[in-house]
C-alpha cells in the first residue's frame, strides 16, 4: 500500500515539476510548482516526517510561492513572442539535458558503494520532543544566526527592489 | 520503498530543476527551478534522516525552507528592479554584464 502511494506520489512530483520547466507562462509554473511542493509534502508524511510537511505548506505553499504569484501579477508581463520550442533552442538545451543525465548518472554510480547501502531499511519514526530537544540545545546558534539571515534579506529585498531615490 | 527510491526521486527532481534552469529564459522561471532544486534536496535530507535514524536532516530542512524563503525575497526584488530598468525579464535580452 505504501509503495503504491510512494509510486503515485512520485509520479505526479516529476510530471509537476516538469511542468514547471515546460509550461510557458509563468503563472501556470507557479500553479505547477504548488502541486509539487503539495505533493512534497504528501511524501514527508508517508515517511513520517510530519513536522517537515507542515513546514512545507505553511511556509513554500503559504508564503513563498504566494510571493510568486503576487510579483508575476504585479509585473503584468506580456506574452513572450517566440515560441518556446525552436531548433536554437533545442541545440542550447543539449548540454542541460546532458547535464542533468549525468548527475543521474553520477549519484547512481555514488550510490553503488555507498556506506549506507546495508542500512537503509526503516527506521523507527523520530518523535517531534527529539526533533525540538536538538534544535534548541545543540543547533541552538544556527537557529538563531536564520532569524538575522531572514532580517538582512528583508531589508535589502525593500532596499533593491525599490525606485531609484524614491521611497519604497 | 527503500533509501534508495527516495534518494532516486529527489536526483530526478533536481536534475529536472537543473535542466530546467538553462533551458528556460524567463527569470521567474529561473527562480521557480531554483525552488525546485532546493526542494529536491530537503526531500533527500529528510530520506536520510529517516532511513539513517538522526534528528539532523530534519532540523537541516528547516534552515534550508529559511534560506530559500530569504533567497524568494531577495530574488523577486531583484526581478522587479531588472524590470524597472530592462522593461523585460527575458535573460537573452539582458546582456549589460556581457556574460
Request: hydrophobic share 65%.
Amino acid at each position: 500500500m505504501e509503495t503504491v502511494i510512494f509510486c503515485m506520489l512520485s509520479a505526479f512530483a516529476v510530471v509537476a515539476a516538469l511542468a514547471v520547466v515546460f509550461f510557458k507562462r509563468a503563472i501556470n509554473g507557479v500553479i505547477s510548482l504548488l502541486a509539487f511542493m503539495l505533493t512534497l509534502a504528501g511524501l514527508y508524511v508517508l515517511m513520517g516526517a510530519q513536522l517537515v510537511a507542515f513546514f512545507q505548506v505553511i511556509v513554500y505553499v503559504g508564503a513563498v510561492l504566494v510571493l510568486f504569484a503576487f510579483v508575476i501579477m504585479l509585473l503584468n508581463l506580456k506574452e513572450s513572442v517566440r515560441p518556446l520550442i525552436s531548433l536554437a533552442d533545442v541545440k542550447a538545451a543539449t548540454p542541460a539535458v546532458l547535464f542533468a543525465v549525468g548527475i543521474v548518472v553520477l549519484t547512481w554510480l555514488a550510490l553503488q558503494d555507498a556506506a549506507f547501502s546495508k542500512a537503509a531499511a526503516l527506521q523507527p519514526v523520530i518523535g517531534l520532543r527529539q526533533i525540538a530537544l536538538d534544535l534548541f540545545t545543540k543547533h541552538l546558534l544556527v537557529f538563531e544566526l536564520t532569524s538575522v539571515i531572514l532580517f538582512v534579506a528583508a531589508v535589502g529585498a525593500i532596499v533593491i527592489s525599490r525606485k531609484e531615490g524614491g521611497r519604497p | 520503498m527503500t533509501l534508495y527510491h527516495f534518494v532516486g526521486l529527489g536526483v530526478v527532481l533536481f536534475a529536472i530543476g537543473a535542466a530546467g534552469f538553462f533551458i528556460r529564459n524567463n527569470a521567474v522561471v529561473l527562480l521557480l527551478c531554483i525552488e525546485i532544486m532546493l526542494n529536491a534536496v530537503n526531500l533527500i535530507f529528510a530520506s536520510f534522516a529517516r532511513f539513517l535514524y538522526g534528528t539532523e536532516g530534519q532540523i537541516f530542512i528547516f534552515i534550508i525552507m529559511t534560506i530559500a524563503a530569504a533567497e524568494a525575497a531577495v530574488g523577486l526584488g531583484i526581478i522587479i528592479a531588472l524590470y524597472r530598468s530592462h522593461k523585460t525579464l527575458d535573460m537573452s535580452l539582458i546582456k549589460d554584464l556581457k556574460g
